[in-house]
């Protein structure tokens, strides 16, 4: 029965994910994810080598078929090229993670330069709505799909020294439920995963310093960041939701949003 019941709402089986940043962290534990509940993956992102490495892992340890491409999310020109050969080489995309993303120069805002403005929401913000304009073209054609977009508690709350990575998020929100609304007579799904802190090559250096540490114990009520693995029922959620949910923010931050 529990097998039925998961293969009925959950299994991935014959379906196609592109995941943009899918070669570490967050990005890796929602490839992995999506391939054990049996979905083909393709991962993206500047790394050739990195998601080459990676998709090799995954078709081995999941028997699913799985690609890694190089591809900058900031060109927008190099994200329709990409996703042209992904389409190509599976034939369809059904789920699209946008996970790609980064921290951008920490800074109050008085010492932002235009270059450290243009850089977070490029990645962040622009990078989202390239890869998600380019997959759900194809989406609209077989009037089905799903997009997860990794957004960030930052995308609702506010931290001093990340006025652009708080926009980019909030941006990636706001994204996320026009998407949503413009998108669902054609039968396509958009929600936003809002993670709060997890421990990734992106925040390593601050929560082992001292200040790091500090801080968790100050703002987030389970005194801890979370575990990759934490988000994985989540991501199998969102990839397989029914089509009454869309547009929706899930928050996964061990009650940091409610403190
Ligand atoms: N870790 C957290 O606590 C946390 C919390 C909330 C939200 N998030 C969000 O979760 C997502 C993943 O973060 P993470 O912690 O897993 O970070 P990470 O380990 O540093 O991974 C970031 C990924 O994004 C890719 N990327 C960066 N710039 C790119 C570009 N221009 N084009 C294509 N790919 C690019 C990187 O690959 P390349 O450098 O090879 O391109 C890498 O694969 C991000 O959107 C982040 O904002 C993270």
Do not use: W
């Amino acid at each position: 029965m529990a097998d039925e019941l998961f293969e009925k709402l959950f299994s991935l089986k014959g379906k196609t994910a592109v995941i943009t940043g899918g070669y570490r962290g967050i990005g890796l534990t929602i490839a992995r994810t999506l391939a054990e509940a049996g979905a083909d993956v393709a991962l993206a992102a500047r790394s050739l080598s990195g998601c080459l490495a990676q998709a090799d892992r995954i078709k081995r340890g999941y028997g699913v078929r799985s690609v890694g491409k190089s591809m900058d999310v900031c060109d927008s020109m190099s994200v329709d090229k990409v996703i042209r050969e992904i389409y190509d080489e599976f034939g369809k995309i059904d789920i699209l993670v946008n996970s790609a993303g980064t921290p951008g120069n920490e800074k109050p805002v008085l010492k932002m330069s235009d270059e450290d403005l243009d850089e977070v929401m490029s990645v962040n913000f622009r990078g989202t709505f390239f890869v998600s304009r380019a997959v759900a073209r194809f989406m609209v054609a077989r009037k089905s799909g799903k997009i997860i977009n990794v957004s960030s508690i930052l995308g609702k709350t506010s931290a001093r020294n990340m006025a652009g990575y708080c926009a980019s998020k909030a941006a990636v929100i706001q994204l996320t439920r026009v998407m949503a609304l413009e998108l669902m007579r054609d039968n396509i799904q958009v929600n936003a995963l809002c993670p709060g802190y997890f421990l990734t090559d992106l925040n390593r250096d601050f929560f082992e310093s001292d200040a790091g540490k500090g801080m968790v114990k100050k703002m987030i009520p389970m005194n801890r960041v979370g575990q990759l693995d934490e988000l994985k029922s989540t991501a199998l959620y969102l990839a397989t939701c029914p089509p009454f949910m869309t547009g929706a923010e899930v928050y996964i931050d061990g009650g940091h949003t409610i403190a």
